[in-house]
């Protein structure tokens, strides 16, 4: 799998879409390259719904070319963003969390390393510890399950906000 650059580049684009409010939607569109508008904006206002989205992404791999597509538009989509702050940590810890969960450390190093200690959220330290320490693939494996579980409960829990919110 390629391992794209995540640092700041001005002159970085990727195609972007938005009106969706469905996280399986979201990472259907991040596999065709087209990054969601509304990524940021509900990340930063519910982790259902980032923690949904990973849930999502991490389902695409059994599809080698599905889950290195998302990687790759969401790496794109970070070189755009000049400064990470608390709006837009969420790309991160997307990246992140899903890069661990396949075995992709160097791109999870490389993107938390983008994310500011004084925006470190509960999620960007767990990732953040699991990398410090060299575990096992198996070990490796066990965590990406721990993610999709939470991830499939997120799901659920999102559902149930977005009908609350009308969405």
């Known amino acids: ?26 990472v259907e569109w991040l596999a065709g390259g087209v990054y969601p508008e509304e990524l940021i904006k509900l990340s930063a206002n519910t982790n259902n719904w980032r923690d949904a989205t990973i849930y999502y992404a991490l389902q695409k791999q059994d599809s080698p070319d599905g889950i290195s597509n998302v990687l790759n538009t969401l790496a794109f989509k970070l ?27 160097k791109l999870a190093k490389e993107t938390l390393m983008r994310v500011p200690p004084t ?11 699991r990398l410090s320490h060299q575990v096992l693939a198996d070990d490796y494996k066990g965590f990406a399950e721990m993610i999709k579980s939470s ?10 906000e977005r009908s609350r919110l009308g969405l």
Request: aromatic share 6%; charged share 15%; glycine share 6%.
């Open 119 to 129: 925006f470190s959220s509960r999620l960007t330290q767990l990732l953040a510890k």
């Open 79 to 105: 070189q755009t963003i000049p400064q990470i702050d608390r709006n837009n940590q969420a790309i991160c810890e997307i990246l992140a969390a899903i890069s661990i969960s396949i075995g992709e450390h």
């Open 1 to 26: 799998m390629p391992n794209p650059s995540v640092s700041y580049n001005p002159t970085a684009n990727v195609a972007t879409l938005g009106g969706t409010f469905d996280p399986q939607q979201a």
């Open 151 to 160: 991830g499939k409960v997120a799901a659920v829990k999102w559902a149930d």
